[in-house]
């Protein structure tokens, strides 16, 4: 454990104990926000070897790059597209930089010999909407698990736990954190790549996300739900027209999840209590549990959860050429994605330990999360099966939306018992595109379109 940053001793002891009874951040600790701290709880140094630079603020919504049309929904470019790598890591060079790399980078180092990392230099692109930040302090003093810690009180539009003291306040933040706006529009490709090298159409999607938790026109919640979404398939054929509407949780002790689907065939909505937890999501041919969207999604009560503290790694980073490459170029290699498309940058990244409890049934016994502390979006997983081998490698690339102070991440996932892998919520396509209405008629008219009724009149039509 030495490769990793040294707390205080009081902290480390803190950070170490899975049980959710501990106190809040003391008012010194507050203090450091917006100082020492960023008011979402990130260093705002850099680091003492001046890989990762200081905290400046990230991309300025008024950032322009050549080629880039605002309001597109394109953000194939980005400000550091003509960046060359520093260097490259293959397995030949694991030892040198194990350190700084998850179990899953260095298993595919090793299983694959044409597998590589191209590292860049590090920025901390990452900008949040001031609306957000002025709640930070907040709900760093007021924002409280609940006593079974499948929720939590006392918080609205920033993170609710910028000072985390354990592993469940650090995966609230993860699932609350600024992804998407507040309001999003997208259409997203996904495709999964076989043993055999061969790419599948794992569905084509129109998604709206809505996430009340932030919504800049009032300042407190006005229900349970932190991020309420519909998709729609639009391809692959035999997937054209069903419709999956979620809403997810703040507080699962006083209201759970809600989960409908549209069937086009049977032209009705049911609930759909069973996407959820380990559940496979059968479009994603089974490359995905409902849990590991976007690193953790859900309930979390069938995992102790654990802080060990903060560490540098490599993690794919300022990923918006990766996001919108075509599908054959992401799938040159039939056993990972393509490296030349993968930005990997050094960042720091709180690590989570989720453990099985005891009693409980998943197909996971352990997981590892890496979770930025600019974004509190989970960049890299790892999951082990019940014999204690790593099964599943996970990778969520982000990409800023500067013009909008707000982030979107994809998903990667290899499967290492089938040796296959899954590529999700990227923009293959060249109709695909990424945008987010601000406007407050926008969020009022996708709230009002996110109800079962709503779903199942648009269907019929």
């Known amino acids: 454990?030495?490769?990793?940053?040294?707390?205080?001793?009081?902290?480390?002891?803190?950070?170490?104990?899975?049980?959710?009874?501990?106190?809040?951040?003391?008012?010194?600790?507050i203090d450091k926000l917006g100082k020492s701290l960023t008011l979402s709880g990130a260093e705002r140094t850099g680091n003492a070897e001046g890989t990762i630079p200081a905290y400046t603020g990230g991309l300025p919504a008024d950032t322009t790059v050549p080629g880039w049309v605002k309001g597109s929904g394109r953000y194939e470019r980005n400000p550091f597209d003509d960046e060359k790598p520093v260097f490259t890591i293959k397995a030949a060079d694991i030892e040198k930089y194990k350190d700084k790399l998850t179990a899953g980078s260095i298993q595919l180092l090793k299983k694959y010999p044409d597998y590589r990392m191209d590292i860049y230099k590090t920025h901390r692109s990452v900008a949040w909407r001031e609306k957000s930040l002025s709640y930070c302090k907040k709900n760093a003093a007021n924002a409280k698990l609940t006593a079974d810690g499948n929720g939590f009180t006392d918080a609205y539009g920033c993170v609710p736990f910028p000072i985390p003291k354990n592993g469940l306040e650090a995966q609230w933040n993860?699932?609350?954190?600024?992804?998407a706006g507040y309001n999003a529009k997208f259409r997203a490709s996904a495709f999964m790549v076989d043993a055999s090298g061969r790419a599948t159409d794992s569905g084509h999607t129109e998604v709206t996300v809505v996430r009340p938790y932030q919504n800049p026109e009032t300042d407190k919640m006005v229900?349970?739900?932190?991020?309420?979404?519909?998709?729609?398939?639009?391809?692959?054929p035999a997937s054209v027209g069903i419709k999956i509407l979620q809403f997810y949780s703040t507080d699962f002790g006083s209201t759970p999840d809600s989960t409908w689907s549209y069937s086009p065939g049977q032209r009705r909505t049911r609930i759909a209590p069973e996407f959820s937890y380990d559940t496979p999501i059968s479009s994603y041919g089974g490359a995905v549990n409902f849990d590991e969207l976007f690193g953790f999604k859900g309930k979390p009560d069938r995992f102790n959860w654990k802080l060990v503290g903060k560490k540098e790694i490599y993690v794919p980073y300022n990923a918006n050429r990766l996001m919108f490459a075509p599908t054959d170029k992401l799938t040159a290699s039939k056993d990972f994605v393509n490296p030349d498309l993968t930005r990997w940058e050094l960042h720091r990244v709180w690590v989570v330990e989720q453990t099985l409890k005891e009693g409980q049934r998943h197909v996971f016994a352990r997981r590892t999360m890496y979770i930025d502390e600019d974004s509190w979006a989970t960049l890299a997983a790892d999951a082990y099966d019940q014999a204690g081998k790593l099964y599943r490698i996970a990778y969520f690339p982000l990409m800023p939306v500067w013009d909008h102070q707000t982030v979107w991440t994809s998903m990667q996932f290899y499967d290492q018992s089938k040796g296959t892998y899954f590529n999700g919520n990227l923009f293959s396509r060249p109709g695909d595109y990424f945008k987010v209405d601000a406007t407050p008629a926008g969020l009022k008219s996708n709230l009002q379109s996110m109800t079962p009724e709503a779903m199942s009149a648009r269907g019929i039509r």
């Open 174 to 179: 993860h699932q609350l954190r600024q992804t």
């Open 223 to 236: 229900d349970a739900f932190g991020q309420k979404d519909v998709s729609e398939y639009v391809g692959p």
């Open 1 to 29: 454990m030495k490769s990793f940053i040294k707390t205080s001793t009081t902290l480390a002891a803190l950070l170490a104990v899975s049980h959710v009874a501990l106190a809040a951040a003391t008012p010194e600790e």
